[in-house]
């Protein structure tokens, strides 16, 4: 491969430029004439697909139903709850004429649901018996950034789920919160091999009209946090704005209580940083679009025999595992080796005439790069124990990444010393807005999220009150 389509800088050494590199080299994304935007490319797409499978599965296993709601919404719908407008209004972008007609009112491109769905909801929702309602929408989202674009990390426009539930009590709205960002954590952990930190948001963090907010949080090789999903108790403050009210088992005329929640494109941002290495992305095998590249090492006096026995092995092995038999005859084995490599695929099969003699090929894997003979024979079982021995070392490498990165400190200037070190920082803290605010100035960190464990009482490292708190911080992305 020339040197212009491999990786030309180290993921340790100059990691932005790293990350742009692979994801524009790997084909997963492209910048687009429209400034702030992206394109996804076919290969980005086919792993934003297995994320969308996976959770979605999760989504409708756990009671919920897919429907789908418009792309405007009424300026006047956002206008009915004063938090959630003045979280949202510096990033809404506005259509204020159709043709060459102007709008009577201004429509909202949609850069959250709530205010159109909570519409609908009061519209369906008459009785007890209509409750819980449990519904997700698949759908893309608008946010007009002003900060420089990062593929898959910041545009203005991206792609997400987003679910949004109405129920009879708080206890049960409490429940579908944890119970969603649990299906999060599983995303992460299960199928990305991403390790995660759950918890409440602060309130200065959490979602503009919220109760609360609830968090997966991980930590990115260059000691920078990514807000993995949100899972949010909106209260009652929607229905109350939108009148969405039912009469209970006791005949009495109540609110339901709500949750919304939501993933967005950005665990592929997630997936590469954790995994990527100098060559390029690195893949768990339960999100790779292809598991395995068969690469014929072809010498003329062998050719015929080993492209027949190539393919065969791979009509075999992709009933299976998605696999590719790279027989292209006007690349080197080298560069094959490297395209590959890019691109992630954690397993390349190697075969040339020895191979044939030995009955066997060569099995390497992406993540460490040992490789290994195989028999024939023995082929589909030593695949099935390899794929999972690398989906497992990917996050056990990420999980040690993140317990040797994340430290407690007890007082200001370890705290400050630390976020400096590009550290996950876990402190006592008072949790508010004024505390919060100065360590943001003071070191451009924010907080992560409030672990669910409870914790002895202590003097905020901030301020010095007491609190029961202890709080995780990072710079984030």
């Not at 599983?186 to 991403?194: G, K, P, T």
């Amino acid at each position: 491969m020339a040197e212009d389509e491999g990786i030309t800088v180290k993921k340790s050494e100059n990691f932005s430029e790293w990350y742009n590199q692979v994801v524009l080299k790997a084909e997963l994304a492209d910048f687009s004439p429209v400034k702030g935007c992206m394109v996804i490319r076919p290969y980005g797409y086919a792993i934003w697909e297995n994320i969308r499978d996976f959770l979605d599965r999760r989504i409708k296993e756990t009671g919920h139903k897919n429907a789908y709601f418009p792309l405007f919404i009424p300026e006047s719908f956002f206008k009915k709850e004063a938090e959630h407008v003045e979280g949202f209004s510096p990033e809404v972008a506005w259509v204020t004429h159709g043709g060459n007609t102007k709008l009577n009112e201004r429509l909202a491109i949609r850069p959250t649901s709530e205010t159109i769905i909570n519409y609908m909801y009061s519209q369906w929702i008459r009785s007890y018996r209509d409750l819980p309602l449990l519904i997700n929408q698949w759908a893309n989202i608008v946010r007009w950034e002003t900060k420089m674009t990062k593929l898959f990390m910041r545009t203005r426009e991206f792609l997400w789920q987003e679910g949004h539930t109405c129920h009879r009590t708080k206890e049960e709205a409490d429940e579908e919160v944890l119970k969603m960002l649990d299906v999060y954590r599983e995303v992460y952990e299960d199928l990305l091999a991403i390790p995660v930190i759950p918890g409440y948001k602060t309130e200065k963090e959490k979602f503009a009209g919220a109760l609360y907010t609830t968090t997966v949080e991980a930590l990115m090789p260059d000691g920078r946090a990514i807000q993995g999903g949100t899972s949010h108790n909106l209260g009652q403050n929607f229905a109350k704005v939108f009148d969405i009210t039912f009469i209970d088992k006791d005949e009495k005329k109540k609110y339901v209580w709500q949750t919304s929640w939501g993933l967005t494109t950005r665990t592929v941002a997630a997936l590469v940083m954790t995994h990527g290495d100098d060559k390029g992305l690195v893949l768990p095998p339960k999100v790779a679009p292809i598991k395995i590249v068969i690469v014929p090492i072809i010498f003329e006096k062998h050719r015929e025999a080993v492209l027949k026995k190539s393919k065969e092995l791979k009509d075999i092995i992709e009933k299976r595992y998605s696999t590719v038999l790279d027989d292209r005859e006007e690349y080197t084995a080298g560069y094959k080796f490297n395209y590959w490599e890019l691109r992630g695929v954690p397993i390349r099969i190697e075969i040339g005439p020895k191979d044939l003699e030995n009955k066997q090929v060569v099995l390497v894997r992406r993540d460490s790069g040992e490789k290994k003979n195989v028999k024939w024979d023995l082929l589909l079982d030593e695949i099935e124990k390899l794929l999972d021995s690398i989906q497992k070392n990917l996050y056990n490498r990420a999980k040690n990444f993140l317990e040797n990165n994340t430290v407690e400190v007890d007082n200001y200037e370890d705290l400050k010393k630390a976020i400096k070190e590009r550290k996950m920082v876990k402190i006592k803290f008072c949790c508010s807005e004024e505390c919060e605010e100065k360590i943001k100035e003071d070191t451009g960190a924010t907080s992560a999220c409030i672990p669910f464990e409870e914790f002895e009482a202590g003097k905020c490292v901030v301020c010095g009150k007491e609190t029961g708190k202890m709080v995780y911080f990072a710079k984030h992305y």
